[in-house]
T-cell receptor, first 113, second 115 residues
Framework: DTAVSQTPKYLVTQMGNDKSIKCEQN?????MYWYKQDSKKFLKIMFS???????INETVPNRFSPKSPDKAHLNLHINSLELGDSAVYFC????????????FGEGSRLTVL | KQEVTQIPAALSVPEGENLVLNCSFT??????LQWFRQDPGKGLTSLLL?????REQTSGRLNASLDKSSGRSTLYIAASQPGDSATYLC??????????????FGTGTRLKVLA
């Protein structure tokens, strides 16, 4: 009964392919996020959804498309993968978008060859 | 634009020592501050959350303080143990005029506690 779960944990793929990462939270939270952690371990927000509505869309290439079918799920689809997309992608959730504590998934390590 | 800095970047201490990790932020108009630990190859585990109206929070051997006006937070770890070895990250939540609230992360302090 993991609070925030992501699949897959590891992804190895070729340049140009399309891939998806799925995230689910069972905490009843309203807000979900995608973060990217680069090779220097720096965490940067990519997207945030609040009750299925996109509220944060950082300067991310439009090859990245998030989708939230309901408030417990947030998926990330990446088209035409590039070498620079290799990173660890973390899903997170919080009770609300202002003051809630942030809870993270275990991460999905994407390697683009 | 909010910037979060953590000093030192890395720290090695002998077991049993008390230690302090520092986090500073440039814009004091924050909603809360959260400390996390990250073990290698793992996700982030929340340690302590301090709301903007609070001065400190405690959990077991951990104590986090917040001084908004000076843009600083410290994480105090008492009687350190080898199991405390991890990277510690702080994150501040701030908002802008459009009502967008984000957590901005520091670069982390890599802690090694030697047995």
């Amino acid at each position: 009964d993991t609070a925030v779960s992501q699949t897959p944990k590891y992804l190895v793929t070729q340049m140009g392919n399309d891939k998806s990462i799925k995230c689910e939270q069972n905490l009843g939270h309203d807000t979900m996020y995608w973060y990217k952690q680069d090779s220097k371990k720096f965490l940067k927000i990519m997207f945030s959804y609040n009750n299925k509505e996109l509220i944060i869309n950082e300067t991310v290439p439009n090859r990245f498309s998030p989708k939230s079918p309901d408030k417990a799920h947030l998926n990330l689809h990446i088209n035409s993968l590039e070498l620079g997309d290799s990173a660890v992608y973390f899903c997170a959730s919080s009770q609300n978008r202002v003051t809630g504590e942030l809870f993270f998934g275990e991460g999905s390590r994407l390697t683009v060859l | 634009k909010q910037e979060v800095t953590q000093i030192p970047a890395a720290l090695s201490v002998p077991e049993g020592e008390n230690l302090v990790l520092n986090c500073s932020f440039t814009d004091s108009a924050i909603y809360n501050l959260q400390w996390f630990r990250q073990d290698p190859g793992k996700g982030l585990t929340s340690l302590l959350l301090i709301q903007s109206s609070q001065r400190e929070q405690t959990s077991g051997r951990l104590n986090a303080s917040l001084d908004k006006s000076s843009g600083r937070s410290t994480l105090y770890i008492a009687a350190s143990q080898p199991g405390d070895s991890a990277t510690y990250l702080c994150a501040v939540r701030d908002g802008d005029a459009s009502g967008t609230y984000k957590y901005i992360f520091g670069t982390g302090t890599r802690l090694k506690v030697l047995a």
